[in-house]
């Protein structure tokens, strides 16, 4: 069980003082419900707090997620966050078509080892299933409640490295198409009653037939920076959706190399950084 202690400094209220701390109104009460908040040791309602009072709360049981324990590879963990590795071809929440493996499942999976019961963890950045690389989970729904009450996209930035075939005709810019579904309803096209995407870009190498980009999403739509770059005439090598796959590379050369957040439980940023792929180096030097 995931249980917190706080030192009451000031007087408050016990609901205003957890509101405060990320603690959503639905969780609040289902803790009152279940006795699951104690002031100097007391079980607790929404009672007054005086400096002095020591306020304990434990979360609620959730469980939910079919845990799985398929390889995850950690990159960083604390009491409240774990950044995730992912591979290509695993998606970030369960599908229909995969609905008991995904990161989600494996975290769920990892956490229970640790000695949870019934964890109930949350992905707070998501990957396409073919999108390599880093990826936020938050532990418990606190962590989740906190970071979505501040704002995910105004508390953590991911860059891309991405491969695209050919030359961008300005090393630095910003991609500003709107985005919607294709008549498919798989793929993403720009189309004028789209929704607004942004994608600022950095050429960082060039080879014969190739170059590496580094890519940052102002905005987070579906296969935002694959659409961009394909409709720059420019798709990322490996695309299956929007290029072409090549022998060397069966899914598009993207991976969200650096993460950076926002922990509101300690007030400190944290930053976390993939080498780039072996791949992407293979194919700038043989091209």
Same mark, same amino acid.
């Given at each position: ?100 493996d995904s990161v989600l499942n494996r975290v769920a999976? *990892? ?89 600022? *870009? ?39 959706? *929007? ?6 590379l069966q899914h598009q050369a993207l991976l969200a ?31």
């Amino acid at each position: 069980m995931d249980t917190f202690e706080y030192q009451i400094d000031e007087k408050t209220t016990v609901k205003k003082f957890l509101s405060y701390h990320g603690v959503s109104h639905r969780l609040l009460k289902k803790m009152f419900d279940q006795n699951k908040i104690r002031v100097n040791q007391r079980v607790s309602q929404n009672q007054t707090l005086k400096p002095g009072d020591q306020l304990v709360m434990t979360l609620p049981e959730q469980g939910g997620i079919t845990p799985n324990q398929g390889e995850l590879k950690v990159v960083y963990e604390d009491k409240n966050w774990l950044v995730i590795d992912k591979p290509a071809g695993l998606t970030s929440v369960p599908g229909p078509s995969r609905p008991d493996d995904s990161v989600l499942n494996r975290v769920a999976g *990892y956490l229970i080892t640790q000695g949870k019961i019934a964890p109930q963890p949350a992905i707070m950045t998501r990957l396409d299933r073919d999108t390599t690389g880093l990826v936020l989970v938050a532990k418990h729904v606190l962590a989740q409640g906190w970071l979505d009450q501040l704002g995910v996209n105004k508390q953590v930035t991911k860059r891309y490295l991405a491969l695209a075939v050919g030359h961008l005709p300005q090393q630095s810019g910003t991609f500003d198409q709107p985005l919607g579904m294709a008549e498919d309803g798989i793929h993403r096209m720009v189309r004028a009653d789209g929704q607004q995407a942004l994608t600022q *870009y950095r050429v960082l190498q060039e080879s014969a037939h190739y170059s590496l980009v580094e890519l940052n999403l102002v905005t987070g739509r579906t296969h935002q920076i694959r659409v961009h770059m394909a409709h720059a005439g420019h798709p990322l090598v490996g695309d299956p959706l *929007y290029g072409e796959t090549i022998p060397a590379l069966q899914h598009q050369a993207l991976l969200a190399y650096q993460l950076t957040f926002f922990d509101p439980f300690t007030q400190a940023t944290h930053q976390v950084e993939l080498p780039m792929p072996a791949i992407f180096e293979t194919l700038l030097a043989a091209d």
